[in-house]
């Protein structure tokens, strides 16, 4: 048997960089997070090679006393906890003590800093883990850390880096993460020497994401911000119009902290599930707060994953919260016949300290479409919360003309404002499918026997036949599951099922959900079941199928899901077949009847599977396409 051995220092370094030093971008996450710890308010990345060459991170915090400099070099030396009970109060975005040690580990470190309290700054230059020099520097308060030749003395794991593009792409993620977690911090990012994007730290993080994503993206937001016993959530929805193939724009911040966590995905998308199809990804923004003792943030050295005491609970209060706020903005689409011009690129703002240069918070934003975008929010702000009869008189004076239904719809608004829980209404515009704008409604016709046709005051609206009642009957099924008004239909002969140990295990768990809505079902001895009555709705359309796709649905959510919502969600969906198709004729008094059913419903504008039911196409747009307008 080989002799047991203590490894060396050195080794046992490389081995904990290992952990925690994955690529460049693995330094510049640490190293932002301790400025952000450190109190800057002003935080600027600088790299070249894709970080693999250069990294610079210069920042106005507080900098580091001159006595726990090589302290800070340490492994397992940190100022965020003393003991183990810290961790359950912890606010930092660090506290494992490794990131520095396990920087100067794999790379050449040069570090200069000066606190508030010293007259001069010091210099402290460390490759390998060996001390080279440490001397005074004239510095401003802050810190600036230069990272050079990442894995110069590993060259296994050197190797294994991509290509500086890519690795460029990596960092320019996390420090978008960055930003995006903290709109209150200046963030300048400059790669290869051109500048990627800047933010004024002003708070605002439409405008943070404004400057990331740009303006096609910052117009199609709506704010949320929601409370429930103890949790809080805020920040911004992309409209269903900003669906993705991916989860890359999926980004959740717990505490101030990214995270990547499919539990929160599951649910954001469930709030999303009848504004999405299928295979089809949402756009959002959102910071969560929780209790730290409720959370454990201690899983993964890279502190990106993370555990709930209560998943069930964030789970329905982040799928419920979204759903609430897509339900109350109406969603439909509007069709564009002329391609818009694309913005011209904005100069970019100086902000945020070059090395050794203190951020000029006195400086104002540039660019004067966000500008004026947040101009008029701030404006309309105002129009809702001044009192009611004073909105009236300052927009309408005295004038009689003005319709009383404007200044009803701006008193309602006034009235939605002040309530527990607002939500967001348009003062001036009804919503298009409403009893009111339907007796506006003229229609056009039929066209391809599948849409329908009305013009409403300057807009042309076209209704999907298929997908409108498809909307209207998963809605009656639903509510008849969920008011257990479902009817039974015996199957002879029954379906048997060879069910896997999984899936034997979830029927049991949900046997009485199943049973509840018009199932019956028997084993049959090992893994096998029979099915001997379905829900009458579901009668002839493939029993079998639905039933298995639903116990599927189940076993891959687990327990964390409220899961009665999903299963009937899932059945109602497939129960939706029966609606009427596409190339299929119907009567003008058909259509009328298909309309009105669709305006009781919470969320007309999409069927089951996210599709559109109604776009809309504007007047405007249709004399720019014969080219009436120029």
């Known amino acids: ?19 925690v030093i994955e690529r460049p971008a693995s330094i510049v996450k640490e190293l932002v997070e301790n400025a952000i710890d450190a109190g800057a308010t002003s935080i600027t990345v600088e790299i070249k090679e894709g970080g693999i060459s250069f990294i610079r991170v210069t920042d106005n915090g507080e900098g580091i006393p001159k006595d726990q400099i090589k302290k800070a070099f340490f492994r397992h030396a940190t100022s965020k906890l003393r003991n183990v009970n810290d961790l359950e109060t912890l606010h930092s975005l660090g506290f494992r003590g490794e990131a520095l040690s396990s920087i100067a580990a794999v790379s050449q470190v040069e570090l200069m800093t000066k606190t508030k309290d010293e007259l001069v700054g010091n210099r402290y230059v460390i490759e390998g883990a060996m001390e080279k020099e440490f001397s005074e520097v004239g510095v401003p308060c802050g810190t600036t850390i230069i990272v050079r030749n990442i894995f110069f003395n590993t060259p296994a794991r050197r190797k294994f880096l991509k290509t500086s593009l890519t690795e460029g792409g990596y960092i320019s993620d996390v420090c978008e993460h960055l930003a995006l977690s903290s709109p209150n911090i200046a963030f300048k990012f400059i790669n290869a020497g051109q500048m990627k994007f800047n933010t004024s730290g002003d708070g605002d993080l439409k405008e943070v994401i404004y400057r990331i994503y ?144 203190v951020i000029r918070k006195s400086e104002e934003i540039n660019d004067h479409d966000f500008d004026d975008q947040k101009d008029t929010e701030n404006r309309q702000a105002q129009s809702i919360t001044e009192p009611k009869e004073q909105v009236v008189a300052r927009l309408f004076g005295n004038n009689e003309e003005i319709p009383t239904k404007l200044v009803s719809n701006v008193i309602k608004a006034q009235d939605v404002v002040y309530a527990s829980d607002p939500i ?86 949900f046997r009485e959900s199943f049973e509840a809505i018009g199932y019956e079902i028997e084993d049959f001895g090992g893994g096998e079941v029979a099915i001997r009555t379905v829900p009458l709705d579901l009668y002839g359309l493939n029993e079998k199928e639905v039933f298995l796709e639903v116990l599927d649905e189940l076993c891959a959510l687990g327990s964390v899901r409220a899961v009665p919502d999903v299963f009937n969600n899932r059945i109602a969906t497939m129960a939706c077949k029966a609606a009427v198709k596409g190339n299929t004729e119907m009567t003008q008094d058909e259509v009328w009847t298909l309309l009105k059913e669709l305006m009781t419903l919470e969320n007309p504008y999409n069927c089951p599977h996210g599709r559109p039911t109604i776009i809309t196409m504007t007047h405007y747009e249709l004399d720019k396409k014969f080219k009436r307008i120029v």
């Open 214 to 357: 740009g303006r096609d993206i910052a117009k199609e937001l709506i704010p949320i911000s929601r409370q429930m016993r103890g949790i809080s959530m805020n920040g911004y929805l992309g409209k269903p119009v900003l669906n993705r193939s991916n989860r890359n724009f999926e980004k959740f911040f717990v505490n101030k902290r990214y995270i990547k966590s499919s539990l929160l995905s599951n649910a954001a998308e469930l709030g999303y599930k009848q504004y999405l199809m299928q295979h089809k990804f949402p756009f959002f923004v959102l910071d969560i707060d929780v209790d730290t003792t409720a959370l454990d943030v201690n899983v993964h050295p890279t502190k990106m994953e993370i555990k709930f005491n209560n998943e069930e609970l964030i789970s329905d209060f982040l799928e419920s919260s979204i759903e609430g706020v897509l339900r109350v903005n109406e969603m439909m689409p509007e069709v564009l016949l002329q391609q818009e011009a694309k913005p011209v690129a904005l100069a970019s703002r100086e902000r945020g300290p070059e090395p050794f240069e």
């Open 1 to 19: 048997m080989p002799t047991i051995e203590l490894l060396d220092e050195e080794t046992i370094d490389k081995i904990a960089a290992g952990e």
């Open 424 to 509: 967001q209404l348009n003062l001036f515009e009804e919503k298009l499918l409403s009893e009111d704008a339907m007796a506006k409604y003229r229609i056009v016709g039929q066209v391809f026997d599948t849409y329908w046709m009305f013009t409403y005051e300057d807009k042309l609206l076209i209704m999907d036949q298929h997908a409108a009642h498809e909307k209207i009957k998963y809605e009656s099924i639903l509510k008849k599951l969920k008011n257990r008004e479902i009817n039974s239909q015996e199957l002879n002969p029954p379906i048997i099922l060879t069910l896997s140990g999984n899936e034997k295990s979830m029927l049991e768990k």
